[in-house]
């Protein structure tokens, strides 16, 4: 008896994912979102923030030497500007212009000619020749943040570079017997940092947002399609036509999950294919491991769903719940930026999220390699979300049918 | 559970009552509806005649009350009650992007009926209503007719003993109409299916309906077959008058629904009155009366009462007032006095 209980709800179960799948698939416009949105999502996020590495070339920068000279000689700024040119042909980050003041400077600035300066006072040579530190002043555009950063590193690379070519030169002159050529940088800088990572191969963003992105687009399915798709039954009224049918209440709910399962993890192979095949991803762990993980995430997340059925009554409450989860759920969960960064309060909101939980599991596995002693916290974590949340779903989502 | 009580009633509805807040949409209605036979509720929108469809197929729990059909409580054994009945509902039932066989498919899938005798159902039920060469096509492509039909045999899947009809002719144009009426009533002779229907359409429930309830503000304010309900105005001591008067005036109105003899009148056209007298002397009170205030009168007509007649008899208002707009369920409604109600 009971198992003929379980073996119809199962089937029917099946019946409306079928159903549901079915018409997904004769949606032809829905089938190229579907592949076109995790593309854009990826896309986007992965560009915005791009990875460390990136090289600027031929950013425009104006040079002012204002340098008077010390007994008529300007050696120090001459050297400094050959210097500058010369590894500029090397790397090709700067575009130099040259300029007559500060005003004209100021002016090409604010009218985007160029995005930076670098001012060389008059006392340059004067304090390099009288044993003081020479200084040189940029001057950035503050309207663009971003870019007067970048201007900074850049000039820094180039003065630290030029620098260290100066100190050694000294060295070499104060102590020409036991310092060489090649020891010399253990005299200037005797410390330098090394950095390597827990797998080989240097990480991008992509690696890093990739496993959020997955775990985000299935969860989402399940969380925030399933109300939305079950008030559309609702309110065209084929709900009824199930409804009237001898069938449990439970198939229905479930069924409509499992389709939206299905369509969530159509979608998080898209994106993961991307994430191998364009973006370069790589996953360093078990890809069984990772299919576990993407159906436990779906499962923490039913309950919620169910939840968030229950109460949504027509298709725009639905709608809007939707994206007002939607919205800010990559951010607080640590899919798109790391929770490091997030002032604490916030943090200890991504902590009441199980997407958090999700993201960070999938994310060790993918990215580190990690096996299920490494993410069993988090398991733990989702496993109970999962449980709590039917149990609260099941009788709210009973109420509401037989209202 | 055993039936109870009469035998021949297949649905037993005692003291029911839907509430939805404060606004009681169903209140307090008993009735019993015959095995084979075809029961309309008759009402203008919002009148409660949905809500009590629902409530009986199980798709909203009374308030209060009982009802039972084929002797299974619809509450507390709401499933043995789904295997007996078919939903024909007001929206369509039908998934757009599925084929029509696709679609009995996968409604016929809920029953646990086998397989090979699904399939040959689907077979018999499109032959039915000749669908079977459209099967293969997506019913979004389908006519509103068409969609109609499959509507109907959508809920013909389980071989119901009950099956309810909400607003069944809703929309169609006059031959689609009388397309889903012959087949309401073929199915009722050939395979003995109790049909419970709900309509607005005075034509429907005339021509198909064994009896009428006729419902207003969520009671049933007359219950009987058609005959019997024009028979309460058309008795020995009632009838209706159509009179044409040439020169009527808001003042000769005025005198005419002073009358105790008149117990409605409306006005149908600028010169037509149609009058509800009753009493011995009441057509010659109705003419001295317009003649003392100088009016002609051109024909006079005694009318054979229709079931609008009679709502209106009942109801003092009348159905296509109420039924010009479609009011949501949940809502409460508000009657407008009708324009052309004079009394």
């Known amino acids: 008896m009971i198992n003929m209980t379980a073996r119809s709800l199962i089937s029917h179960c099946g019946r409306i994912a079928w159903k549901d799948l079915t018409e ?21 996020v992965g560009f915005i923030y791009p990875s460390g590495n990136t090289s600027i070339s031929n950013m425009p920068v104006g040079l002012i030497n204002q340098d008077s000279g010390y007994n008529n000689s300007t050696l120090p700024s001459q050297a400094f500007i050959s210097g500058l040119y010369q590894i500029n ?6 575009k130099i212009h040259n300029e007559t003041s500060v005003a ?117 399915s399940v969380m925030t399609g399933l109300p ?22 439970l198939s229905i709910i479930l069924g409509k999950a499992l389709g939206q399962t299905g369509r969530g993890l159509i979608q998080g192979v898209i994106v993961m294919a991307l994430a191998l095949g364009l973006f370069g991803v790589v996953i360093h762990g078990s890809w069984l491991l990772v299919v576990a993980l993407l159906l436990l995430g779906v499962f923490s997340f039913v309950g919620l769903g169910i939840v968030l059925t229950s109460l949504a009554k027509d298709q725009e409450t639905a709608q809007m719940m939707m994206i007002t989860l939607m919205f800010p759920m990559p951010f607080l969960s640590g899919v798109m930026f790391p929770l490091q960064q997030m002032p604490w309060y916030m943090q200890d909101i991504a902590k009441f999220l199980p997407l958090t939980y999700a993201a960070d599991a999938m994310r060790k596995v993918m990215v580190l390699g990690a096996g299920i002693p490494a993410i069993s916290t988090d398991l733990i974590i989702l496993i109970a979300f999962g449980i709590v949340m039917i149990a609260i779903a099941v009788p709210l989502f009973r109420r509401m049918m037989t209202r | ?44 929108n919002g009148a409660g005649k949905s809500t009590t469809l629902r409530v009986l197929s199980t798709l909203a729990r009374p308030s209060k009350g009982t009802a039972s059909i084929g002797g299974y409580d619809i509450v507390k054994e709401d499933t043995e009650v789904r295997k007996l009945i078919g939903l024909v509902s007001e929206k ?15 409604f016929g899938s809920l029953f646990n009926i086998p397989k090979d005798e699904l399939n040959k159902r689907i077979e018999d039920l499109l032959e039915l209503v000749e669908l079977t060469k459209w099967k293969n096509s997506q019913v979004g492509t389908f006519s509103t007719g068409m969609r109609q039909r499959m509507n109907v045999v959508r809920a013909l899947l389980n071989l119901p ?20 009426r012959e087949f309401i009533r073929k199915l009722n002779k050939e395979n003995g299916t109790t049909v419970i229907l709900t309509t607005h359409m005075m034509v429907d429930a005339d021509l198909l309906c064994d009896r009428i309830a006729i419902v207003d503000h969520g009671k049933i304010v007359a219950l009987d077959t058609s005959p019997n309900l024009k028979k309460m105005i058309n008795g020995e001591n009632s009838a209706i008058i159509k009179l044409d008067i040439p020169n009527l005036s ?68 009348q159905v296509r007032d109420a039924a010009t707009e479609k009011i949501p369920m949940e809502q409460h409604r508000h009657f407008g006095q009708a324009p052309n109600r004079i009394r």
């Not at chain 2, 003042?251 to 003899?261: I, S």
């Open chain 1, 24 to 44: 997904l698939f004769r949606n032809r416009l829905g089938l190229i979102l579907l592949i076109v949105m995790p593309l854009f999502m990826m896309v986007m």
């Open chain 1, 89 to 94: 042909t090397q790397t090709n980050m700067l």
């Open chain 1, 104 to 220: 004209s400077l100021k002016t090409d600035i604010q009218n985007g000619v160029v995005d930076g300066g670098i001012i060389i006072p008059s006392n340059f040579s004067t304090c390099v020749m009288c044993g003081q530190q020479g200084t040189l002043t940029i001057m950035t555009d503050q309207s663009n943040p971003t870019i007067s950063e970048e201007l900074q590193g850049a000039l820094s690379g180039v003065f630290n570079e030029m620098s260290t070519l100066l100190a050694e030169h000294n060295v070499q002159i104060l102590s020409p017997s036991n310092v060489t050529a090649n020891n010399s940088l253990a005299v200037v800088q005797p410390y330098s940092v090394k950095t390597e990572g827990v797998v080989s191969g240097s990480a991008s963003y992509f690696s890093f947002i990739a496993p959020g992105m997955v775990m985000l687009t299935v969860m989402m």
């Open chain 1, 228 to 249: 939305v798709a079950i008030s559309q039954e609702r309110e065209v009224g084929t709900m009824d036509g199930m409804m009237v049918a001898p069938i449990n209440r």
């Open chain 2, 1 to 44: 559970m055993l039936q109870t009580q009469n035998s021949d009633s297949i649905i037993e509805v005692k003291n029911l009552t839907k509430k939805f807040g404060d606004f009681t949409a169903v209140d307090n209605i008993s009735f019993d509806v015959k095995k084979g036979e075809i029961f309309g509720l008759l009402g203008p």
């Open chain 2, 92 to 106: 369509m039932i039908m998934y757009n992007r599925l084929t029509a066989k696709e679609n009995l498919w996968f």
């Open chain 2, 161 to 180: 003993q009950v099956l309810f009809l909400d607003e069944p002719t809703l929309g169609l144009d006059p031959q689609s109409s009388v397309e889903i």
């Open chain 2, 250 to 317: 808001p003042d000769l109105l005025a005198k005419l629904q002073a009358l105790d003899c008149a117990d409605a009148v409306s006005q149908e056209s600028p010169t037509e009155l149609k009058v509800h007298v009753h009493g011995n002397e009441a057509f010659d009170t109705i003419i001295d009366s317009i003649r003392k205030n100088g009016g002609k009168i051109s024909s006079m007509e005694n009318l054979q009462p229709t079931l609008e007649d009679v709502f209106l008899h009942i109801t003092g208002h």
